[in-house]
């Protein structure tokens, strides 16, 4: 994982990488048995190096994420049964809960701007907060990321982005998106690479509900 160590461990992870499998796992049942009457977009192989940022995120910190949420919103305290039901009543790709500071969002960098107004408020309050915005490879290769990073880095904005790399564009290989890769990593950006056995949506099973 690149440049996280720069970024101090604050607090012990709230969950354990089996917790957060058995929590998939559990929607995973519902959504196969037709109860969950919306889009799941599941979460698998990244438990490890979530848990390692996480660790980095302080209670208070603002954390935005993509349509894919879940272990996000559980490692930075959202209520994991209202979490739960939150997917059971089909909104698992628009996970928000004020109480935690968390917000996510199913439109591809949709949650950049948010999150930047945020960390601009922060600083303008001069409070004692961070914004951790968590991208895919997809959003990172987009303009809007990098109009983003300069604004927030220029004036010195409370945000850090974390890239979680799984190297498809929601069902396209990112390479074949754009015809190859030309992607320096700020020194700032935390990146990682991943691979889940999920596809962009659902379990890969048809579901009739």
Not at 58 to 78: C, I, N, P
Request: hydrophobic share 35%; net charge neutral; glycine share 6%.
């Amino acid at each position: 994982m690149k440049n996280l160590k720069q970024y101090p461990i604050v607090k012990d992870s709230l969950y354990t990488e089996s917790e957060l499998i058995e929590f998939e796992d559990s929607v995973i049942k519902e959504w196969e048995g037709g109860k969950i009457r919306g889009p799941i977009h599941l979460s698998n192989g990244n438990e490890k190096q979530l848990i390692e940022v996480f660790k980095r995120i302080k209670q208070d910190d603002w954390v935005f994420s993509t349509w894919r949420s879940h272990y996000h919103a559980l490692l930075h305290g959202v209520d994991k049964q209202w979490l739960f039901d939150y997917i059971l009543d089909g909104r698992s790709i628009s996970v928000v809960n004020k109480e935690n500071n968390f917000y996510s969002s199913a439109i591809v960098t949709g949650i950049l701007p948010i999150a930047l107004g945020v960390a601009k408020s922060i600083k303008l309050k001069n409070e004692d907060k961070t914004v951790w915005c968590f991208i895919g490879d997809m959003t990172f290769e987009t303009g809007l990321f990098y109009e983003v990073h300069k604004y927030a880095r220029n004036f010195d904005l409370p945000i850090r982005f974390v890239v979680e790399d799984n190297g498809v564009s929601t069902n396209t290989p990112t390479s074949d998106t754009w015809n190859g890769l030309q992607r320096n990593i700020p020194k700032d950006v935390i990146y990682y690479k991943y691979k889940s056995k999920y596809p962009h949506y659902g379990t890969g099973k048809w579901v009739v509900f």
